[in-house]
């Protein structure tokens, strides 16, 4: 199961990437692409949306069934990843790398400190 190590994580299986500006980039993990199976609709927040820590911003459905994605911290929605409402399926064949979901400029950075590591989400999925 493949888990980037400079990746942040959460409980509720989203990815974090810092990078380095003040926005982070959000998408949900293997672990999640696998436990939905493949997708056919993403719902992504809109840009200029504002989005609190825990907050549902996001929903992804597969034939299997829909889940929402929680917004890991709180922010204003820089860019969306449109290309996923033609191609759903990249969130599956490509989750770290083509198939992010949105990106965030943070309100609060000290709220990165709070994020899982590779290996504490690992051991918290059970992968």
Same mark, same amino acid.
């Given at each position: 199961?493949?888990?980037?190590?400079?990746?942040?994580?959460?409980?509720?299986?989203?990815?974090?990437?810092?990078?380095?500006?003040?926005?982070?980039?959000?998408?949900?993990?293997?672990?999640?692409?696998?436990?939905?199976?493949?997708?056919?609709?993403?719902?992504?927040? +809109?840009?200029?949306?504002?989005?609190?820590? #825990?907050?549902?911003? *996001?929903?992804? $459905?597969?034939? !299997? &069934? %829909?889940?929402?994605?929680?917004?890991?911290?709180?922010?204003?929605?820089?860019?969306?990843?449109?290309?996923?409402?033609?191609?759903?399926?990249?969130?599956?064949?490509?989750?770290?790398?083509?198939?992010?979901?949105?990106?965030? +400029?943070?309100?609060?950075?000290?709220?990165? #400190?709070?994020?899982? *590591?590779?290996? $504490?989400?690992? !051991? &918290? %999925?059970?992968?």
């Amino acid at each position: 199961m493949e888990l980037p190590e400079r990746l942040k994580y959460t409980t509720t299986h989203e990815w974090i990437a810092d990078n380095g500006d003040g926005t982070v980039t959000v998408g949900i993990t293997a672990v999640a692409t696998e436990q939905l199976g493949d997708l056919v609709y993403v719902e992504l927040p +809109k840009v200029g949306a504002s989005v609190a820590k #825990g907050a549902s911003c *996001a929903v992804v $459905e597969s034939t !299997k &069934a %829909a889940s929402d994605v929680y917004a890991p911290l709180s922010g204003d929605v820089v860019a969306a990843n449109e290309d996923l409402g033609a191609n759903p399926g990249e969130v599956n064949a490509s989750p770290y790398e083509k198939g992010w979901l949105f990106k965030l +400029k943070l309100k609060n950075r000290a709220e990165l #400190g709070e994020l899982m *590591a590779r290996d $504490e989400y690992a !051991k &918290a %999925a059970g992968v």
